[in-house]
């Protein structure tokens, strides 16, 4: 989907709460289906946002492998 408005909005949006960057999370859930989106903007540097996005996504891979080890290790434990 595309809004010819987005980018405007998301510069109004960081104008008014006075930041460079935002941070969009989004999640639809169909069913057993679940999709997860993120999307960074940065009102002048697009690299910027690339860098956060890319921080986000390794600070979410960390977090899902310690939930997995913890989950396997209390499985594999018999606990």
């Not at 999640?27 to 890319?54: K, N, T, Y």
Request: proline share 3%; charged share 20%.
């Amino acid at each position: 989907m595309t809004c010819p408005n987005a980018a405007e909005a998301l510069k109004e949006f960081c104008a008014a709460n006075e930041t460079d960057v935002t941070v969009i999370m989004g999640m639809c859930v169909d069913g057993d289906l679940m999709r997860r989106d993120i999307a960074v903007f940065h009102v002048s540097q697009p690299e910027v946002a690339h860098e956060v996005c890319i921080g986000v996504f390794v600070m979410t891979l960390a977090f899902y492998r310690k939930i997995f080890s913890m989950i396997s290790s209390t499985v594999w434990s018999g606990r």
